[in-house]
T-cell receptor, first 111, second 113 residues
Framework: EPEVTQTPSHQVTQMGQEVILRCVPI?????FYWYRQILGQKVEFLVS????????KSEIFDDQFSVERPDGSNFTLKIRSTKLEDSAMYFC?????????FGPGTRLTVL | GQQLNQSPQSMFIQEGEDVSMNCTSS?????WLWYKQEPGEGPVLLIA?????ELTSNGRLTAQFGITRKDSFLNISASIPSDVGIYFC?????????????FGTGTRLKVLA
């Protein structure tokens, strides 16, 4: 069964460094999302992406964040200058119509 | 902003017992999704609900989309140890011309053998 994949599974970085989190959505899906989940808390929406552009973003998704779909398969989240509070699990999700499927997540640790 | 209130926050139950959890909101949703998340993993979709009043089952799981479209419940019958995890509801909301998902705060379920 097709699934959303994410790499790396765990990323450790120094504060102020740039990180790129990668996702490969399910191939015939049209809508792509990034979410964040701080340890022990709920899943928080960051951004949605459709037709090669951002369709919505949350207040968390500030100028330090950007998303790209550089080719037909990958969907990336870039954090330009990481802060300690960016430490969290980052989940990519995709959907075609209504059912949204999540990837396994990337655990980002900012030291 | 839009909020989903999910309850209970946590449950400790004996194996074999039935479980019920629900989500409520002041907003009207077009779709409800229920997910299960195990430690260190991404949420896994359990059930999707598309119409007000819809009752859908997936094995021992049953979920309903409330008539008012502002709430949903999930029942798990005859719980087993592998039901342990965090269960999230998510509502699909049309807001400012775009659809987005709002997540509940989660129900942490522990099953005692």
């Amino acid at each position: 069964e097709p699934e959303v994949t994410q790499t790396p599974s765990h990323q450790v970085t120094q504060m102020g460094q740039e990180v790129i989190l990668r996702c490969v959505p399910i191939s015939n899906h049209l809508y792509f999302y990034w979410y964040r989940q701080i340890l022990g808390q709920k899943v928080e929406f960051l951004v949605s992406f459709y037709n090669n552009e951002i369709s919505e973003k949350s207040e968390i998704f500030d100028d330090q964040f950007s998303v790209e779909r550089p080719d037909g398969s990958n969907f990336t989240l870039k954090i330009r200058s990481t802060k300690l509070e960016d430490s969290a699990m980052y989940f990519c999700a995709s959907k075609r119509e209504y059912e949204q499927f999540f990837g396994p997540g990337t655990r980002l640790t900012v030291l | 902003g839009q909020q989903l209130n999910q309850s209970p926050q946590s449950m400790f139950i004996q194996e074999g017992e039935d479980v019920s959890m629900n989500c409520t909101s002041s907003s009207i949703f077009n779709t409800w999704l229920w997910y299960k998340q195990e430690p260190g993993e991404g949420p896994v979709l359990l059930i999707a609900l598309y119409k007000a009043g819809e009752l859908t089952s997936n094995g021992r799981l049953t979920a309903q989309f409330g008539i008012t479209r502002k709430d949903s419940f999930l029942n798990i019958s005859a719980s087993i140890p592998s039901d342990v995890g965090i269960y999230f509801c998510a509502g699909l909301l049309l807001s400012s011309g775009t659809y987005k998902y709002i997540f509940g705060t989660g129900t942490r379920l522990k099953v005692l053998a």
